[in-house]
């Protein structure tokens, strides 16, 4: 079942699987629009409190505490909210007895008429869409940025807001159920291992991934990072082939065919970038934001901002004062000609590497957070090259020292604050502290955020 109009919503019944900041936004939209809304959540009523008090004057069925297949079945539609996973038993029950079931992103992206950029990839996501909503603002275009990141696209649908360019950060988890999902552009900013957690293989995870280009056709525009080997393969697919391709690169190398097909190049301290008849130029010696793969970011966010009549001079201006965003390889402070770097949002391994890129040596790493079976190994010469000591914390620390702990000086830690007091007891003059933690904080924390501000208190109180 499919809507395109709001108003075939009108007593439909609609089970929400997931309550938390999506399922409430999605929640009061049907409700709103005179849907018949059940909400549906393994959590007990006091574990949701936060949120109940969120739908307080919302009329809506609450199931909590568990699910009855009963209620399951008694649906036109089941909406699911992009951290269940979709593989549950009971809902291949429900869809053989006839029940259309699917992910709030798709479900919502029927009733979205302005063109959307959906930026998906391992790493960088959130990064490149902020670049390429700053782009577009200081343009003078309204933008609604969110999904993965920020606000669930259920919020810009009960806002009622119309902005001039959607941009969503569209995870693996929000693909997975992607059936009618049509955006405008789609930007794919690199491929690693991730998520094992909820995907049995790799192959599942690249899968889901793949979903994005399921509804390309002429009109579409797909950025690819060409230095990236799994992407280049993902383009070989027919569904990519549909549309236009745009590729960015670091690889001077890459300049004659990147040139001639359209996309972007960095060659020293300047991106060149063809999307029409004339090669443009920018300057990145004055960027701000740390790491050579900041200009990946970059070159992406142009390619796709230019599509959507971002300025030149805007651009520029941007690309010399911003500075990143917070929790993202973030600059906390120095003490005592020590340098503190907040990169909590390092979730995986391939983002740690890129953390470490950004450093040439003389690095206090601390990793660890919750173990979703991760492969660090990848990490061992970079650690052994540049990391003089390794504190390791948290539910994965065991197997982050079985994989490396051998390559540099390593100590397992009982508690975050404890590592962070220990990283900088071992630290000198001219060292980098860096929170890269490789896995996820919910082990410990409720998000990254949690975790990079406590670490950022816990700095800012060092004398």
Not at 349 to 358: F, Q, Y
């Amino acid at each position: 079942m499919q809507f395109n109009d709001i108003s075939e919503l009108r007593g439909q019944r609609i089970l929400i699987v997931g309550m938390a900041r999506t399922g409430v936004a999605l929640a009061r939209f049907l409700v709103k629009h005179g849907a018949e809304v059940t909400v549906s959540d393994h959590k007990s009523k006091a574990e949701l409190a936060h949120w109940l008090d969120k739908m307080a004057d919302v009329n809506v069925h609450l199931e909590l505490g568990g699910h009855q297949p009963k209620t399951f079945l008694n649906q036109d539609v089941i909406v699911l909210s992009p951290g269940v996973p979709s593989h549950l038993k009971l809902f291949d029950y429900a869809k053989s007895r006839g029940v259309h079931v699917t992910g709030e992103f798709e479900f919502c992206s029927h009733f979205i008429k302005e063109p959307v950029i959906a930026i998906t990839g391992t790493n960088g996501k959130t990064t490149t869409a902020q670049l390429v909503e700053v782009f577009l603002k200081e343009s003078g275009k309204s933008v609604w940025i969110g999904g993965n990141y920020g606000p669930p696209i259920s919020e810009y649908l009960l806002s009622g807001e119309k902005a001039d360019v959607i941009i969503a950060e569209v995870s693996s988890f929000m693909l997975e159920h992607i059936e009618g999902f049509n955006p405008q552009n789609i930007l794919f900013t690199n491929l690693a291992e991730n998520h094992l957690d909820r995907y049995r293989t790799m192959e599942e995870y690249v899968n889901a991934k793949r979903k994005i280009f399921l509804n390309t056709n002429q009109a579409t525009t797909s950025i690819l990072n060409a230095d990236d080997n799994a992407v280049v393969e993902l383009a070989r697919d027919p569904a990519v082939q549909r549309g236009r391709i745009f590729y960015f690169s670091r690889k001077p190398s890459l300049e004659p065919q990147i040139m001639n097909i359209g996309g972007a190049v960095t060659i020293n301290d300047q991106i060149r970038v063809r999307t029409g008849p004339e090669i443009e130029y920018y300057s990145v010696a004055n960027k701000k934001m740390r790491g050579a793969h900041s200009q990946e970011n970059i070159m992406a966010a142009i390619l796709v901002a230019r599509e959507h009549g971002a300025k030149h001079e805007a651009i520029q201006r941007i690309i010399d004062t911003y500075g990143g965003m917070s929790h993202r390889l973030e600059y906390v402070r120095r003490v005592g000609g020590v340098e503190f770097y907040n990169d909590s949002k390092a979730t995986n391994v391939h983002a740690v590497m890129r953390a470490l890129d950004s450093f040439d040596e003389n690095v206090i790493l601390i990793m660890g957070g919750k173990d979703t079976n991760l492969n660090y190994t990848p990490l061992k010469d970079k650690v052994r090259r540049k990391v003089k000591t390794l504190i390791l914390v948290g539910e994965a620390k065991e197997r982050i020292n079985r994989d490396i702990g051998d390559y540099s000086e390593t100590f397992l830690i009982g508690t975050f604050e404890e590592a962070v007091h220990i990283a900088f007891q071992k630290s000198r003059i001219s060292d980098y502290v860096l929170l890269s933690p490789g896995a996820s904080s919910f082990d410990i924390f409720d998000s990254y955020v949690e975790r990079g501000n406590y670490f950022k208190e816990i700095v800012n109180n060092f004398k």
